[in-house]
């Protein structure tokens, strides 16, 4: 925050810029003139944030200033400092939307605090405005990948079956893969995961987890009918780090265990065997 004052009494001037914290009031840098002509230098060379003006003045008047500064620097908050109680004065400094009225002889940590209120308001102003840009960053890139979306399903949309070919192929390759579900498929494709269902139970009349089920169902059984594998080695084969989970999958789909399944096949191949 950079502070301005501006009075041609230089040794009020000199006092406030050296006398006064002003970093303890949130101003990292004050710099004091004598003058309107000096004043209007300074604001178009350096970034002023808060200008603390006198009003009675030889030439051009703070009134005058503050009238310039609110045309040419909007964004400059002003305060008056000065030891005229004119009536006008401070009805003329309301119209020009200044931040303060200040009457000389005036403590320092009055003038500390008008500024530090000022300084507040400033900081306020600046964060809503850094939140109002961040929403709205937000809201362009919501409307980027809506577009995007768009795109992609008219892409889509033109081969459905082979686009579902390309899916059942990348399930039976990732099959033992404990990630693999619907949302995983999709960012794989660069697809919604509510197009890429749709357009697969389109295609095949069954939902993408369901087909996964059925697939990692069906090459257990095929595990499971070599002897050599265990039923939790299975499990992992076939996608399923959690046995238990396999346990009841399995059992809801076959109707028996894992075990159950295997005792059951290997006592029909020796029966076989013997009957040979």
């Not at 040419?72 to 030891?83: D, G, L, Q, S």
């Not at 500024?115 to 850094?130: A, D, G, S």
């Not at 686009?163 to 039976?172: E, L």
Request: proline letters at 3%; aromatic letters at 10%; charged letters at 30%.
């Amino acid at each position: 925050m950079r502070l301005l004052i501006v009075d041609d009494e230089i040794i009020a001037a000199d006092a406030m810029l050296e006398n006064i914290p002003w970093r303890g009031y949130g101003i990292d840098e004050a710099i004091a003139v004598y003058n309107v002509r000096d004043a209007k230098r300074v604001i178009m060379e350096k970034r002023i944030d808060i200008l603390l003006s006198d009003i009675e003045m030889p030439g051009e008047n703070g009134i005058e200033l503050i009238r310039w500064v609110t045309e040419n620097y909007p964004e400059v908050e002003c305060v008056f400092v000065t030891c005229h109680a004119k009536f006008e004065y401070a009805i003329e400094a309301i119209k020009l939307g200044c931040e303060d009225y200040i009457l000389k002889p005036a403590t320092d940590e009055e003038l500390g605090k008008a500024i530090q209120n000022v300084v507040h308001k400033l900081n306020q102003k600046r964060e809503n405005h850094i939140l109002k840009e961040y929403g709205k960053k937000w809201l362009d890139d919501k409307m980027l990948n809506a577009e995007k979306y768009k795109e992609t399903l008219n892409k889509t949309k033109v081969s459905g079956k082979e686009f579902v070919k390309k899916v059942i192929k990348y399930i039976m390759s990732n099959i033992n893969e404990c990630n693999l579900t619907v949302s995983e498929i999709a960012d794989h494709f660069h697809v919604h995961p509510v197009y890429l269902n749709r357009t697969f139970k389109k295609e095949m009349d069954i939902s993408i987890s369901q087909f996964i089920i059925n697939e990692r169902m069906k090459l257990a059984v095929q595990l499971l009918r070599k002897a050599d594998i265990p039923a939790t080695i299975v499990a992992e084969q076939v996608g399923y780090t959690n046995y238990p989970h396999f346990y009841v999958m399995f059992k809801k789909y076959y109707g028996c265990s894992p075990s159950q399944y295997k005792e059951s096949i290997q006592y029909i191949e020796n029966n076989s065997t013997m009957a040979v």
